[in-house]
């Protein structure tokens, strides 16, 4: 069994870094994705997404409709070989912003229901 550094990096009970399975591995990676600004990361200046910046945007309907197109395009291009997107849905309520993802996981055919949070 193939086994990941977890994310975020952290020390296990036994003292060494902490680990993950593929799917612990793969969620972990979708969480960097959402929660990246573009141009936070020096090397790759459009890794990410962008999302909690909505949490300063006047959240409507055409709002939301094109961050879950950014957020889709964000997925398919840097995760599309390791994902499948099933459902995207996204909210905003004050400082948090809520994912729900549906997903596939290309390498065991499992599927997944995820939610992410993140807070500005």
Do not use: K, N
């Not at 020390?11 to 799917?23: F, K, L, N, P, Q």
């Not at 141009?39 to 959240?59: N, Y």
């Amino acid at each position: 069994m193939r086994t990941d550094i977890a994310f975020p990096f952290r020390v296990s009970a036994r003292g060494r870094t902490a680990g993950a399975t593929y799917g612990e591995h793969t969620r972990d990676l979708i969480e960097q994705l959402l929660f990246t600004s573009p141009g936070e990361r020096p090397m790759r200046p459009d890794f990410g997404c962008g999302l909690l910046d909505l949490v300063f945007a006047p959240t409507g309907p055409e709002l939301l409709a094109a961050l879950e197109l950014s957020v889709r395009a964000s997925l398919q291009r840097w995760l599309g070989d390791l994902i499948e997107v099933r459902s995207l849905d996204l909210s905003a309520a004050g400082v948090t912003v809520r994912v729900r993802l549906g997903y596939t996981v290309r390498r065991t055919g499992s599927e997944r229901e995820e939610i992410f949070e993140g807070r500005a």
